[in-house]
């Protein structure tokens, strides 16, 4: 069974600083990734995916992630932190028959001025 | 345009009633997801549909549980005889079909508690 583990449950970076998010996921076949985040009161809100092809993906808000295959892990990362990202972040693997996905259970973001 | 949309917003209910969660999903778009997240979890797969039919509903707990989308759009998930154990958000999910590669554009979900 397909399977997300995101280790930090809660991350505290400065305004400006660099971030990684781990993710590490658990697979049989080509997994399709997803990173998602989530503000208080609000939906779930895409930031990037991975399919196939190029393993550095590009999302919104200045987001990137990198799959890695030999380490079953689909990092995020943001060079630069906006007191805005302060937020929850969740890691998804959606399964190859459908489009149901399974989450990690997140990572909170708290972001010190 | 308008993104998913779910109502009530807050439900509170007293353990063993019965409780309706709506969800309006994008226009057009024939998939449609139920998720539960409890409290410090991320969410849980619990039924999709496609059209009017229930594709995959492996993730329901138990038969409290069942939902409905008779028009290919609105669905209503139910529970039946609540349990405080059912507190959690319930969000719902839409996407242009079930593809894997689609995008699921999710609402903002119903808090439900059941005191």
């Known amino acids: 069974a397909q399977s997300v583990t995101q280790p930090d449950i809660h991350i505290t970076v400065s305004e400006g600083a660099s971030l990684e998010l781990r993710c590490n996921y658990s697979?049989?076949?080509?997994?399709?990734l997803f990173w998602y985040v989530q503000s208080p009161g609000q939906g779930l809100q895409l930031l990037l995916k991975y399919f196939s092809g190029d393993t550095l993906v590009q999302g919104i808000k200045g987001f990137e992630a990198e799959f890695k295959r030999s380490q079953s892990s689909f990092n995020l990362r943001k060079p630069s932190v906006h007191w805005s990202d302060a937020a929850e972040y969740f890691c998804a693997v959606v399964n190859t028959n459908a489009g149901k996905s399974t989450f990690g259970d997140g990572t909170t973001l708290t972001v010190k001025p | 345009g308008a993104g998913v949309s779910q109502t009530p917003s807050n439900k509170v209910t007293e353990k063993g009633k019965y409780v309706e969660l709506r969800c309006d999903p994008i226009?057009?778009?024939?998939?449609l997801y139920w998720y539960r997240q409890s409290l410090g979890q991320g969410p849980e797969f619990l039924i999709y549909?496609?059209?009017?039919?229930?594709?995959?509903d492996s993730g329901l707990p138990n038969d409290r549980f069942f939902a409905v989308r008779p028009e290919g759009s609105v669905s209503t998930l139910k529970i039946q005889r609540t349990e405080r154990g059912d507190s959690a958000v319930y969000l719902c999910a839409s996407s242009l079909t079930s593809g894997t590669t689609d995008t699921q554009y999710f609402g903002p979900g119903t808090r439900l508690t059941v005191l």
């Open positions: 226009s057009g778009h024939t998939a």
């Open positions: 549909f496609q059209g009017t039919g229930a594709a995959d």
């Open positions: 697979y049989g076949a080509t997994p399709y």
